[in-house]
């Protein structure tokens, strides 16, 4: 089973991307869901997450800029980042804590997807 994040790309300060994360396999429970990134040099950071019952919760330095939903029906979770900030180049990983009709509880986490935010 694995996790696919996508959406990331080149883009220039002031503009947005949309990130989305889905399930290779089937998912019967979704937990929570959350969104970290690594940026060069810099230890993993949480970005942002939601939990079943849909509260949010978001670093501070993305307050206000980025939103984190599951309304996708294509997607487990995505990130709409607006406002993009040269400090949130990073590459974008996904996690998950699910369960699949198996009755296996996973956390997953994505392969990661890069987004480059430059003049």
């Known amino acids: 089973v694995q996790l696919q994040a996508s959406g990331g790309g080149l883009v220039q300060p002031g503009g947005s991307l949309r990130l989305s994360c889905t399930a290779s396999?089937?998912?019967?429970?979704?937990?929570?869901l959350g969104w970290y990134r690594q940026a060069p040099g810099k230890q993993r950071e949480l970005v942002a997450t939601?939990?079943?019952?849909?509260?949010?919760t978001y670093t501070d330095s993305v307050k206000g800029r980025f939103t984190i939903s599951t309304d996708n029906a294509q997607s487990l979770v995505d990130l709409q980042m607006n406002n993009l900030k040269l400090e949130d180049t990073a590459i974008y990983y996904c996690?998950?804590?699910?369960?699949?009709?198996?009755?296996?509880?996973?956390?997953?986490w994505g392969q990661g997807t890069l987004v480059t935010v430059s003049s």
């Open positions: 939601i939990t079943s019952g849909g509260s949010t």
């Open positions: 396999e089937r998912v019967w429970v979704i937990n929570d």
């Open positions: 996690n998950a804590d699910l369960v699949f009709y198996n009755g296996v509880r996973s956390r997953l």
